[in-house]
């Protein structure tokens, strides 16, 4: 059985040398690795970011690739073409950059919907078909999209198709005073990133990936789920619900925070800890919760208060 807790913590310290006092936004992006889901930051530009993406790529040793979205982006400059050879007579496939472990796809809102889908099957199904012919992607695969909440000029705001393709939602937030004191300090003669390096095989994460997933979760931890995403559906604030992807994503999330604290069962705080990152930006809010500046993780933190949490049972021996 692999040490979930120690390989995580090899990784989060790793990437705690360069992504300085955010260990609960660390923590969760290792979940989402490990329940094999890929990740939205949303975020103002210069607070590390990319940065995030370069050091979870480095701490895995894996195969990390930029993609920067812009207006006048094809689909097929990010999935690849076919290009005829005219020495074999054939149609050979060029992978475009999303055939990575560790994709970045940065400003992902400046491209257009149709460049957009262009990730959703890659991001499910875990290939791309370029001209009928379809391409396994490496493992283990994530990515790590990005988009300025702020700025909307020359932007195409995600449908809610892909939107529901991302497990998680992050924010990194500025550091405070001390944190981008040390970030400064850091920084003095060569940005830490340069010295970072691989802790963790990617084989061995990859495996990890598959195991977490035997992370036992009893019928009351599940009931649990189900009652906090059927909440969502019935919240007086709440155009559109959590779906049963959302259920699944934080079943998910639950299973792999667990594997990571180092235990084989799923407990109803592993589900709190991760319910507002799952689910946040699967839920559209009614108009009149808009114009009260209600935010869908004020509802679901009114919804974890009120929905109630699971005892424990006794087993049959």
């Known amino acids: 059985m692999i040490d979930f807790a120690t390989t995580a913590r090899k990784v989060a310290q790793n990437v705690e040398r360069v992504i300085i006092g955010k260990q609960a936004e660390v923590e969760l992006a290792l979940i989402a690795l490990l329940s094999k889901g890929h990740i939205l930051l949303e975020d103002v530009p210069g607070v590390g970011k990319t940065v995030l993406a370069k050091s979870l790529a480095r701490s895995l040793g894996v ?3 930029r993609i920067q979205f812009t207006p006048d982006l094809l689909p097929s400059d990010v999935t690849g073409v ?3 050879n005219q020495k074999t007579a054939e149609f050979e496939y060029r992978p475009g950059p999303l055939m990575a472990q560790v994709v970045l796809a940065d400003e992902i809102n400046r491209a257009t ?14 290939q791309v078909t370029v001209d009928g012919a379809s391409y396994p992607l490496p493992q ?3 990515v790590l999209a990005t988009e300025n909440p702020i700025e909307y000029e020359g932007t195409f705001p995600l449908p809610e198709a892909q939107l529901d393709r991302f497990l998680i939602r992050l924010s990194l937030g500025y550091p405070d005073k001390q944190d981008e004191i040390s970030i400064l300090e850091t920084q003095h003669d060569v940005h830490p990133l340069e010295r970072l390096g691989q ?14 997933r035997q992370i036992y979760v009893d019928r009351l931890v599940s009931e649990y789920i189900v009652s906090i995403t059927t909440a969502t559906r019935e919240h007086d604030d709440v155009y559109l619900g959590a779906s049963p992807r959302g259920s699944l994503g934080v079943y998910r999330a639950a299973q792999a925070r667990a594997a990571v604290h180092g235990r084989d069962y799923v407990t109803p705080d592993d589900v709190k ?3 507002v990152a799952v689910l946040s930006h699967r839920l559209i809010l009614t108009a009149s919760a808009r114009m009260r500046q209600v935010s869908t993780e004020s509802v679901l933190s009114n919804i974890l208060a009120r929905v109630a949490v699971p005892g424990a049972r006794a087993v049959a021996r």
């Open 82 to 84: 076919s290009i005829f």
């Open 63 to 65: 195969n990390f690739k």
């Open 273 to 275: 800890a991760v319910a």
């Open 140 to 142: 283990p695969f994530l």
């Open 113 to 126: 919907p149709k460049t957009q889908s262009a990730l959703l099957e890659a991001m499910e199904e875990q």
């Open 199 to 212: 802790v963790v095989d990617a084989a061995e994460f990859a495996e990890a990936q598959d195991v977490v």
